[in-house]
């Protein structure tokens, strides 16, 4: 069975920073790839993914912000957020996928990151 634990979100002021957790399990670890989306899985928005090797890919939004990384001895990955912006406020979900398949099937719960203006 999938499991996730996320945690790490909360409020910060403009120009804050986040880091959030997100420690899975139940799946083969090193085939997966893991990442970071924004609002509910149907809608998700990807934020930052990272593959098994460890290459990282990042929205357009927040390059030069954010670095995702993983820590595979964990099964953990994390997402540091630099520089928040008011626009960065959503719900962050966790989500893995088999590297060889595209969709993400697994989801772990939300945590809510709010940058107050």
């Known amino acids: 069975q999938v499991r996730f634990e996320v945690s790490g979100g909360g409020s910060v002021q403009t120009g804050g920073s986040l880091r959030l957790s997100c420690r899975a399990s139940g799946f083969n670890w090193s085939k997966f790839c893991l990442g970071w989306f924004r609002r509910p899985p149907k809608e998700g928005v990807a934020v930052a993914s990272i593959d098994a090797d460890g290459r990282a890919t990042y929205g357009e939004s927040v390059k030069g912000r954010f670095i995702i990384s993983r820590d595979d001895a964990e099964h953990t990955i994390y997402l540091q957020m630099n520089n928040l912006q008011p626009e960065d406020t959503d719900i962050y979900y966790c989500?893995?996928?088999?590297?060889?398949?595209?969709?993400?099937?697994?989801w772990g719960q939300g945590t809510q990151v709010t940058v107050a203006s």
């Open positions: 989500a893995a996928r088999n590297c060889a398949f595209e969709p993400w099937p697994y």
